[in-house]
């Protein structure tokens, strides 16, 4: 049974940081791509980054580009998404998502619960 357990969100001012953790169990993450998606109230759920299982190809939203990193540390079966130079528009609760192929356009076939995290302006 495969499951992704979220952490790291919280609240911040605009301007700050945050590092997102997901890990996974019940897959090895090297065999596996890993992205993040989010989703602000009263919108669809969108995707920020994905990165292959080997590492060699990462995506990200033209949205986060150049202030978000995907990395993933896969003897702890755990993908991260530090972000940097937050935004309110960043506001969202932040999914993480394993599986499927790493794209612009991912479509993970695990997801996780969820982190919340709310940039104050």
């Known amino acids: 049974q495969v499951q992704l357990v979220e952490s790291g969100g919280g609240l911040v001012q605009a301007g700050g940081s945050l590092r997102l953790s997901c890990v996974a169990s019940?897959?090895?993450?090297?065999?596996?791509?890993m992205g993040w998606f989010r989703q602000a109230p009263g919108k669809e759920r969108e995707f920020v980054a994905v990165?292959?299982?080997?590492?060699?190809?990462?995506y990200y939203s033209d949205s986060v580009k150049g202030r978000f990193t995907i990395s993933k540390d896969n003897a702890k079966n755990t993908v991260y998404l530090q972000m940097n130079s937050l935004k309110p528009e960043d506001t969202g609760v932040y999914y993480c998502?394993?599986?499927?192929?790493?794209?612009?356009?991912?479509?993970?076939?695990?997801w996780g619960q969820g982190t919340q995290v709310t940039v104050s302006s």
């Open positions: 998502g394993l599986g499927g192929s790493s794209s612009a356009s991912y479509h993970p076939n695990y």
């Open positions: 019940g897959r090895a993450s090297s065999y596996y791509a």
């Open positions: 990165m292959s299982s080997s590492g060699t190809r990462i």
